[in-house]
Structures are given as structure tokens and as C-alpha cells.
């Protein structure tokens, strides 16, 4: 049966095990399988058209796999892919994006703070997301370059993510930021530190309860949704090297876990034009 399948969730690398982990909270019988594209990571730095090929080709491969939906676990990949994705593929494709509506509604002081990677924030869909929801409170922009590399070496509270938060958050916190929008599936592994610095008083919204929130409304809409005596559980690939990989991963989730290496294929059979 088609809700017997599993849901395929991929990154660019680790970051989207945050998403993974509360899609588990939330939806105990699923079946998931992961992919870290930790072999090309990070996506921040990418052209538009490469990271559109890697989103592709990974897709096919999670099809391959039997998946009833995709979770693009990557702000980057979804500013980039997600529209042309749904296109070409006929299943559910749920992305994600910086939780800028919400962080609106919260802020008391007025003025939000977005830390996010380079292509997030220079991407249409960003833009986009901006003009529907911005204008209601004064919204500052932050690019965070090598903060997500901390997180897939496994660096979370030691000096490189430090020093680069240290140079990140104070011009924000210096405008009154009051709440912190995490635009990269990798910061909130990072929120101890960011909660540290920033201060008690400062907000920190992580958009990964949202996103499984949506992939249960598509499932249920769909009649996708696992019955409720299955047995979830997780499958796990990687296009990095496998034992450092292996290492951060299970790190970050809080157990160990049986890693795979991502077949080598083609890309772009499906991607080309893909913009």
C-alpha cells in the first residue's frame, strides 16, 4: 500500500537532520529516508543551476527508493529547486522556508533578525517571501558564511562558530532584534550557542515544527499517512565521506546510526533547463 512507502528527506548535508528529527516527533510510524549531500556541501556558495541538478538527481534516487513524498530540508535547495521539482515530480514535495510570518507576529520590539546562507537571501523566492510579510515589522538580513560548515564538521559550541557568531549576531542585537529567524536547516543545532550570546530576551524561531506540520496535511489530504500500528524507522545515505559523516551524524541525532554511500549517477537527466 502507498502509505506503507517512506518519505524521502535530503540536504545539503547534515543541516536537515534538524527537520528529520521533529518529522519523527511528530509522525512516529513513518518510515524516513535521509540523504546528506555532504560530497557538495554547502549548498550557500552553489550557482542556482548546480544545486538544481543535485536537488534533481537526488529526488530520483529517493523515487527509486519508493518514497510517497519529498522533504527538501534545505533553505537553499528550496529557493532554487522547489518550484521546478514539483513539476517534474508527481508526489508531494514539501520545502522550507526562513519562518519570517511567524517571527512578525512574535517580535515585540518591532525588528527581526534572519541568519541565513548567501543563496537563501539572494533568491526570488526569498524576496518573495519578504514582500508578503516584511512590511509588517522591520526585517534585517543576515548571511552567516561558514557557519553551516561548523555544523558538518561537527563543531557546535567551539571556537569557529563562535567567533563567527560573535561577528554575526551583535549588529543585529545592536538594531533591538528581539526575535531570531533560523534561515538554514543547520543553525539549530547551533541555538545553544545563539541563544547564549544573543540573550534570554531574544526569540529564536526554528521553521522545522512547520514543515511537519505541512508534510502531515499533504499526507492526510493524500491518504498517505502510515497506519497508526506501522513500525517507523530510518535509512540513511551520504555523497561525503562516510565514517567523518557518520561521526557528525550521529552526534547530532543523539544515537548511532547505520550510514550508506549515495550511489554515483548522472545528473541533470531530468534537470536539464532547470533554472
Known amino acids: 500500500m502507498d502509505n506503507d512507502k517512506p518519505i524521502g528527506v535530503f540536504d545539503s548535508g547534515v543541516g536537515g537532520l534538524s527537520v528529520l528529527r521533529r518529522i519523527r516527533a511528530d509522525l512516529r510510524h513513518e518510515t524516513l529516508v535521509y540523504v546528506a549531500d555532504s560530497g557538495h556541501a554547502p549548498y550557500g556558495n552553489k550557482p542556482a543551476e548546480f544545486i538544481a541538478r543535485r536537488s534533481a538527481a537526488i529526488t530520483e534516487f529517493l523515487l527509486e527508493q519508493g518514497v510517497k513524498a519529498v522533504v527538501v530540508a534545505c533553505n537553499t535547495a528550496t529557493a532554487a529547486a522547489i ?16 519562518a519570517v510570518k511567524p517571527a512578525v507576529a512574535t517580535t515585540r520590539s518591532g525588528v527581526v533578525g534572519i541568519l541565513a546562507t548567501g543563496n537563501t537571501v539572494r533568491s526570488d523566492k526569498f524576496a518573495d517571501l519578504l514582500d508578503r510579510h516584511g512590511h509588517r515589522a522591520r526585517i534585517l538580513v543576515q548571511p552567516c558564511p561558514g557557519l553551516a560548515d561548523c555544523v558538518e564538521h561537527g563543531e557546535l559550541s567551539g571556537p569557529r562558530p563562535r567567533a563567527l557568531l560573535e561577528r554575526y549576531l551583535p549588529p543585529l542585537l545592536a538594531e ?12 539549530p543545532f547551533l541555538s545553544p550557542l545563539i541563544q547564549r550570546l544573543a540573550g534570554p530576551d531574544v526569540a529564536i524561531l526554528d521553521p522545522s515544527p512547520a514543515v511537519a506540520r505541512q508534510l502531515r496535511r499533504r499526507l492526510e489530504t493524500a491518504g498517505l499517512l502510515a497506519d497508526g ?6 535509512r540513511y545515505f551520504t555523497s561525503g565521506a562516510p565514517e567523518r559523516t557518520l561521526q557528525v551524524m550521529s552526534r547530532l541525532l543523539g544515537h548511532a546510526i547505520t550510514l550508506e554511500t549515495l550511489p554515483e549517477r548522472r545528473e541533470g537527466l531530468k534537470a536539464q533547463g532547470a533554472r
Not at 176 to 187: I, K, M, P, R, W
Open 83 to 98: 518550484a521546478w521539482l514539483r513539476a517534474q515530480f508527481m508526489i508531494p514535495i514539501i520545502g522550507i522556508e526562513p
Open 176 to 187: 533591538s532584534v528581539d526575535t531570531l529567524v533560523l534561515g538554514c536547516t543547520h543553525y
Open 229 to 234: 500500528g506501522a513500525t517507523g524507522g530510518e
